[in-house]
């Protein structure tokens, strides 16, 4: 069963940092490009970044370009995001997907990320 | 970033058809494929309709997708009260360098 775990999320005050890690399983975890893609409260959904098979690409968003850094394990079948410089506007459930453009699409159940004081 | 434009809301009695439409530019539905995602606040979104048309395994016949030049559209036909969600349009960007989403749809049955 294709499962993907997101774990980190927190309640951080502006400016500080967070890595949120997602857990994959039930597929080969290096044959896909991997996504975050965010939602916050009220809001649609954001695509975040991405990240090639190899990690050797990834693309940002622009309002998290030079904060926010895409990364992953494939020994681990782990995909991470950390985030620095936190805003309030960052605020929102940040989800794990798979190979968000090809019919092989599948997201986990996303965790919360809080920024306020 | 939302530069897919979706209308907010649509609704229909159950075993109506509604039609969502999703408009955008060159960069992006003109020139890439189109995704369809159903959403339940809470829930992991599910893929519903890849590469304009294309359903995965598991999802109905009553979804069908199509798409003219720089706009999608995604119709549910049979319309059931488990259709209930947010529905989003998906499209890779060439000149923003990413995916961007639609602004998403609410679909009620009435």
């Known amino acids: 069963e294709v499962q993907l775990v997101e774990s980190g999320g927190a309640l951080v005050q502006p400016g500080g940092s967070l890595r949120l890690s997602c857990a994959a399983s039930?597929?080969?975890?290096?044959?896909?490009?991997m996504h975050w893609v965010r939602q916050a409260p009220g809001k649609g959904l954001e695509w975040v970044a991405n990240?090639?098979?190899?990690?050797?690409?990834?693309f940002y968003v622009d309002s998290v370009k030079g904060r926010f850094t895409i990364s992953r394990d494939n020994a681990k079948n782990s995909l991470y995001l950390q985030m620095n410089s936190l805003r309030a506007e960052d605020t929102a459930v940040y989800y794990c997907?798979?190979?968000?453009?090809?019919?092989?699409?599948?997201w986990g159940q996303g965790t919360l990320v809080t920024v306020s004081s | 970033q939302s530069v897919l434009t979706q209308p907010p809301s649509a609704s229909g009695a159950p075993g109506q058809r509604v039609t969502i439409s999703c408009s955008g530019s060159?960069?992006?539905?003109?020139?890439?494929?189109v995704f369809w995602y159903h959403h339940l606040p809470g829930t992991a979104p599910k893929l519903l309709l890849y590469?304009?048309?294309q359903r995965p395994s598991g999802v109905p016949d009553r979804f069908s997708g199509s798409k003219s030049g720089t706009s999608a559209s995604l119709a549910i036909s049979g319309l059931q009260s488990e259709d209930e969600a947010d529905y989003y349009c998906?499209?890779?960007?060439?000149?923003?360098?990413?995916?961007?989403f639609g602004t998403g749809t609410k679909v009620s049955v009435l």
């Open positions: 997907a798979r190979a968000l453009g090809s019919g092989d699409g599948f």
């Open positions: 039930g597929f080969t975890f290096n044959t896909y490009w």
């Open positions: 990240i090639k098979q190899d990690g050797s690409v990834k």
């Open positions: 060159s960069s992006n539905i003109g020139s890439n494929a």
């Open positions: 590469s304009h048309n």
């Open positions: 998906v499209a890779w960007d060439d000149s923003l360098n990413g995916y961007v």
